[in-house]
Structures are given as structure tokens and as C-alpha cells.
């Protein structure tokens, strides 16, 4: 069985640095496409970030370059590295698992980041 | 690429038929998904390619289209359905619509 657990959310100042953990069991994360997905609260659902199968990685344009998505295969493992963060960044976090590029079969249950003083 | 969904929000009654719109800015081929979202749970994938269920999916879910006009059609609504649907494509930097909510009339 497909699980993903996010952890490392929390209350963070703005200006500050965050890293998103999500722990991947029932199959390889270095395998399949993995995706962070944002949501913030009360509103839609935001495409953060994907890592393919071949290491390549791609971010929303929005992101402006603080964030870098990466992994650990032997601890199966998906990363999200967030710096600079800002106000506009709080949302649930969800790592995703995709079959496809671009596509999410799979979530996780999401972790919460809020960037407040 | 801008995905619009219509309506905002859907009224409708346990047994009745259920077509939700989402329109693309441009072109996305059949790159087009549908997700479901319950109050405090994660987005669940319905359909991919505009018109494939995911595993596990029931038949009563069904997607349409392709191009820029896509639709989700639940043929007869559950309890279960009530929520809020999401579409995504996949074609370019993939982006979702803002959602259409369906609600218990």
C-alpha cells in the first residue's frame, strides 16, 4: 500500500527556514514522479514543486528560487528546503506521488507551515 | 495556463446527476485531471486524461473532453460525494482550477 507522511511544518518568522519531510513507504520515491502541492488556508490548491524519476527538477515561477526539492533514496524520502520564507507561503504542504509528470495519484495527509512574527 | 470551473457551487440532492465545467485558457490536448477534496483531507485523484478513472475510482464518476472544454459527470450522487472538486492540467506548468463545491440541496 501507496503512504506518504509529511512532517517538519510548524510556526516559522518571516525571513525564516523550513524543511519539509515526507516519508515514503509501499514504493521507490527515485522511481516515480514526486510533487509538493500547497494549499493555503481557505483557499485552492497551488503545484509547488516536482522532482522526476531522473532527478530533474522544476519549480513554480512564483517560488522565486527559495525553495529546492530533492530526495534521499536510501531513506525513501522526499524533501522540500524552503528559505526566505513570507506570510504568502502559510498553507498545508502536501507531498504527492505521481504515475505521470504533472499528475498526483497519491497524497499524503499534508503538514502546515505558517509564516508569522 | 488559467483553468476556469463552473459553476462555483452545485446544489443538487443524493440520487441526482452531477456536470461539472472547467475551461482551459488554452489548449492542454487530453492532459486534464479531476481531484476530490473532503473538509480536512487530502485531494483524492478521480480522473486522469480527461476521461480515465483512477484506481479504485467508481464507475459513476466519468470525464469528458479534451482541447480546452472538459467536463466531470457524477451520474448519480452518493453521501459521499458532497465536496469540492478540483481540475488540473497537465500540459504546461500544471495549475488547477478554483474549485466547484458540491452541496447537500
Known amino acids: 500500500e501507496v503512504q506518504l507522511a509529511e512532517s517538519g511544518g510548524g510556526l516559522i518568522q518571516p525571513g525564516g527556514s523550513l524543511r519539509l519531510s515526507c516519508a515514503a513507504s509501499?514504493?521507490?520515491?527515485?522511481?516515480?514522479?514526486m510533487s509538493w502541492v500547497r494549499q493555503a488556508p481557505g483557499k485552492g490548491l497551488e503545484w509547488v514543486s516536482i522532482?522526476?524519476?531522473?532527478?530533474?527538477?522544476f519549480y513554480a515561477d512564483s517560488m522565486g528560487g527559495r525553495f529546492t526539492i530533492s530526495r534521499d533514496n536510501s531513506k525513501n524520502t522526499l524533501y522540500l528546503q524552503m528559505n526566505s520564507l513570507r506570510a504568502e507561503d502559510t498553507a498545508v504542504y502536501y507531498c504527492?506521488?505521481?504515475?505521470?509528470?504533472?499528475?498526483?495519484?497519491?497524497w499524503g495527509q499534508g503538514t502546515l507551515v505558517t509564516v508569522s512574527s | 495556463i488559467v483553468l476556469t470551473q463552473s459553476p462555483a457551487t452545485l446544489s443538487l440532492s443524493p440520487g441526482e446527476r452531477a456536470t461539472l465545467s472547467c475551461r482551459a485558457s488554452?489548449?492542454?490536448?487530453?492532459?486534464l485531471a479531476w481531484y476530490q477534496q473532503k473538509p480536512g483531507q487530502a485531494p483524492r485523484l478521480l480522473i486522469y486524461?480527461?476521461?480515465n478513472r483512477a484506481t479504485g475510482i467508481p464507475a459513476r464518476f466519468s470525464g469528458s473532453g479534451s482541447g480546452t472544454d472538459f467536463t466531470l459527470t457524477i451520474s448519480s450522487l452518493e453521501p459521499e460525494d458532497f465536496a469540492v472538486y478540483y481540475c488540473?492540467?497537465?500540459?504546461?506548468?500544471?495549475?488547477f482550477g478554483q474549485g466547484t463545491k458540491v452541496e447537500i440541496k
Open positions: 504527492a506521488r505521481g504515475s505521470l509528470p504533472n499528475l498526483a495519484n497519491s
Open positions: 509501499g514504493f521507490i520515491v527515485s522511481s516515480d514522479y
Open positions: 522532482i522526476y524519476n531522473d532527478g530533474r527538477t
Open positions: 488554452q489548449s492542454v490536448s487530453a492532459h
Open positions: 486524461d480527461a476521461s
Open positions: 488540473q492540467q497537465g500540459s504546461h506548468w500544471p495549475t
